[in-house]
């Protein structure tokens, strides 16, 4: 009997530590599940007694190992809402959000254009960054308004001519310093900062004669440059062109967008007091006959038109420029043959021609840069002077 009464304790107190290990490894591998009224840990009651009664230790062994092999069928709601579900991140990336997205930024920039006012009053911390909405749709974005920034480019420094020889008469010199300063303002920026204009051919110094024309200039080609034609009519009247590339016999059309056609005109100068007749009230008795006379035509030269003291809105002389800018409608900017020099065209039009003895000329409407007929002697006229200038280092 005495054997038996202790068979429990010995039994007990070698299961103990083994169950209170298997209790303890296998719980971090499980969910902690709350505290049940059924379910007793051994493992973690320090005042475990060893006395307990058979029926308490069957009782414990059969939670235990109950608690062990299956806790999912002991606590189905616990252990289920206890294990973490995987993530699944929604498909953003999908077909239809790449197609949808460009269209919800242009829907949102218009309405943020239109529920924005322009002349409404700006407070005093208005100066940049995120503004309250002040439309009626929400999460919209009110841009600040921005202020003309103060910097100005430094003028440009004035142009100086050169290639002239000295033998050439002023009358004619066709390009002015005040013509060249009108052009300026209308080529390339990046050829605006050339101070140097250089003169590559003169019908005045170099000939009668488109070839030589395109033989001075053929060692230019390939420079990152720009070229000024100038042409003076039977009438005195100067016109020409601005070339993106230099003019040479080409079988097909050639030039950028840079290009453009232009005319110019220098106007009378004001009249002066002393010119004027005396008013009625003043006594002629003693006055001097006055007849009218004819004033003689300008050129645009260094010498004609005035002197440079003259009166003028950006230039000296008061000058009437007209540029003819490119169109967009054709390419047919540039053209050139042995037999002829060709600027713009199209419907059979040319809106510069010049024949291979720069002699006869013919300028027309064309849909290339959309002008009107350079010379004011009509569609055909005689030449009397060419030059080509060159704008590059």
């Known amino acids: 009997m005495?054997?038996?009464?202790?068979?429990?304790?010995?039994?007990t107190s070698t299961l103990a530590p083994s169950t209170g290990n298997l209790s303890t490894k296998s719980r971090p591998n499980l969910p902690r599940a709350p505290q049940s009224e059924n379910l007793i840990d051994l493992g973690d009651d320090p005042n475990f007694d060893q006395d307990r009664s058979d029926n308490d230790n069957d009782q414990n062994h059969n939670h235990l190992?109950?608690?062990?092999?299956?806790?999912a069928e002991s606590t189905p709601a616990d252990s289920t809402t206890a294990l973490p579900l995987p993530f699944h991140p929604p498909d953003i990336f999908s077909t239809a959000s790449f197609f949808m997205y460009p269209v919800s930024k242009t829907v949102t920039g218009l309405l943020r254009r239109i529920s924005t006012d322009p002349n409404?009053?700006?407070g005093p911390n208005t100066n940049g960054g995120l503004q309250p909405n002040t439309s009626?749709?929400?999460?919209?974005?009110?841009?600040?308004?921005?202020?003309?920034?103060?910097f100005q480019p430094p003028p440009l420094t004035p142009l100086s001519l050169s290639g002239w020889s000295d033998t050439t008469r002023e009358r004619s010199r066709l390009l002015s310093r005040q013509l060249a300063e009108e052009i300026r303002l209308l080529i390339p920026p990046r050829l605006q900062l050339v101070e140097d204009w250089r003169l590559v051919y003169s019908l005045e110094q170099d000939g009668v004669s488109l070839?030589?024309?395109?033989?001075?200039?053929?060692?230019?080609?390939?420079?990152?440059?720009?070229?000024?034609?100038?042409?003076?009519?039977?009438?005195?009247?100067?016109?020409?062109?601005?070339?993106?590339?230099?003019?040479?016999?080409?079988p097909h059309f050639y030039g950028t967008g840079e290009c453009f056609l232009w005319r110019a005109h220098v106007l009378p100068s004001l009249p002066t007091l002393a010119s004027l007749p005396p008013p009625p009230s003043a006594d002629t008795t003693n006055a001097v006959r006055m007849t009218s006379v004819v004033q003689p035509k300008h050129h645009l030269n260094g010498s004609a038109g005035g002197s440079l003291e003259g009166s003028g809105t950006s230039t000296p002389e008061r000058i009437r420029f007209k540029a003819f800018p490119y169109s967009g409608v054709n390419d047919y900017m540039i053209f050139c043959e042995q037999r002829f020099l060709s600027i713009g065209g199209g419907d059979g039009h040319y809106g510069l021609w010049l024949d291979d003895n720069l002699e006869n000329g013919v300028s027309d409407s064309c849909p290339t840069f959309g002008n009107e007929p350079l010379s004011d002697e009509g569609n055909k006229f005689d030449?009397?002077?060419?030059?080509?200038?060159?704008?590059g280092i």
């Open 383 to 391: 030449v009397l002077g060419v030059e080509l200038w060159y704008i």
């Open 2 to 11: 005495a054997s038996s009464a202790t068979e429990p304790d010995s039994d």
């Open 65 to 71: 190992a109950h608690a062990s092999t299956t806790p």
């Open 120 to 122: 409404a009053p700006r």
């Open 136 to 150: 009626t749709i929400p999460g919209l974005y009110t841009p600040p308004r921005r202020n003309i920034s103060p």
């Open 211 to 250: 070839s030589t024309l395109y033989q001075s200039v053929a060692e230019l080609r390939g420079k990152r440059g720009g070229y000024v034609l100038v042409v003076r009519d039977g009438g005195g009247g100067v016109f020409g062109a601005y070339l993106s590339d230099p003019p040479h016999p080409s």
